[in-house]
């Protein structure tokens, strides 16, 4: 075998590896002063991202009431990082999480707590109700949103004059996933 052959190979061993799908990411420790309604039933927390970016308001009438004017939440646009800094995924309409790997999922909010920060958007916990592909967030069955900053639809009028203006409001938060215990 020559020099070049045995390169390929380790290449392509190589390459094979990392085509391998991910282990189980192991169980991390749950995010600390979480209201308890938050706390999602038989699940660990595997993952913990920052994310950071924006919420999207329109001024709108609501459905529910077409002669008024409100600002309308229309979804979040923000960049997630892991505790290195590196770009990990994005958050977007959906609610959505995609991991850059393939992996999206796709949440439903289950409950909600106020933040304890003022003039923050709430911290909630979502169920997953659809997820797509395999990869880092693949064996997600909840979400936690806290430690929210910002986010809050806007202070300015809404009305005819500014009918379906939209707003990006600033905001972070930090987001835990969740996944099955494994049975003992």
């Known amino acids: 075998m020559t020099i070049r052959h045995a390169i390929l190979l380790a290449a392509a061993a190589l390459v094979a590896g990392c085509a391998t799908p991910p282990a189980t990411p192991p169980a991390i420790a749950a995010p ?23 919420q999207l308001y329109e001024c709108a009438p609501p459905a529910d009431a077409p002669a008024a004017w409100a600002w309308q939440f229309k979804g979040p646009e923000a960049t997630l990082t892991d505790a290195k800094g590196a770009v990990v995924g994005r958050h977007f309409g959906g609610p959505s999480w995609a991991s850059n790997d393939g ?25 997953i109700k659809s997820r797509d592909g395999s990869g880092l967030l693949a064996a ?40 099955q215990k494994p049975a003992a």
Request: proline residues 8%.
């Open 103 to 127: 992996a999206t999922v796709v949440g439903k909010v289950v409950a909600s707590a106020p933040s304890p920060e003022r003039g923050s958007i709430p911290w909630l916990l979502l169920a």
């Open 32 to 54: 600390a002063d979480v209201p308890a309604a938050l706390q999602p039933a038989g699940q660990v927390p595997f993952l913990q991202v920052h994310a950071s970016g924006v």
């Open 140 to 179: 997600t069955s909840s979400v936690q949103r806290i430690d929210t900053e910002g986010g809050v639809a806007p202070a300015t009028a809404c009305g005819a004059g500014n009918a379906h203006q939209v707003e990006r409001v600033g905001y972070t938060a930090n987001y835990a996933f969740w996944r």
